[in-house]
């Protein structure tokens, strides 16, 4: 069984699949005992819309995002299609994007304690609980690369700056 994703571009092209699970359908019958799968798909357009949409319901998220967007909800779209992505890499992502993806993972300050769990909860709620998972574990990849390339941004300046 394919959870499908269709990515932004793609009209009448293949969509992208993300796999259920990589292994053969008597044993992924065998260890999904227990958890049904419900076939939902879902566009990467329609998802980004919803979590954009139940971020603009939270006040105190939706206080924050419209400070850091400059009240462009469109690049707060934009940016949310970008991190769900699949196909997307941090290098590819938009300094808000950038900055979202932090809220969303890193669990600084009070919007990071607040956003990480109400986000992957959101996931939860409308997705199949494996494709909720394959993109919460997209997002967090995508929110260790950039703190790996921040980090070593970090090392390189310190390495040649005299003490």
């Known amino acids: 069984m394919l959870q499908e994703i269709e990515t932004e571009g793609q009209t009448d092209a293949d969509p992208t699949l993300v796999p259920e699970h990589s292994m053969s359908e008597d044993r992924r019958n065998a260890s999904a005992a227990g958890m049904p799968h ?10 980004a819309f919803l979590v954009v949409a139940a971020f603009r319901r939270h006040p105190h998220i939706n206080n924050v995002l419209t400070h850091i967007s400059g009240a462009n909800w469109q690049r707060v779209e934009q940016a949310q299609r970008a991190i769900l992505n699949p196909l997307t890499a941090s290098r590819d992502l938009t300094p808000l994007a950038r900055n979202m993806l932090d809220l969303m993972c890193a669990e600084r300050g009070v919007t990071g304690r607040i956003l990480k769990p109400y986000f992957r909860g959101l996931l939860a709620r409308i997705l199949s609980p494996h494709l909720a998972g394959l993109l919460t574990d997209h997002v967090g990849f995508l929110f260790l690369e950039l703190e790996l390339e921040s980090r070593l941004a ?9 003490e």
Request: a negative charge; glycine letters at 22%.
């Open 38 to 47: 419900d076939g939902r798909e879902i566009a990467l357009g329609d998802l």
């Open 154 to 162: 970090e090392g390189i300046a310190s390495q040649g700056s005299p």
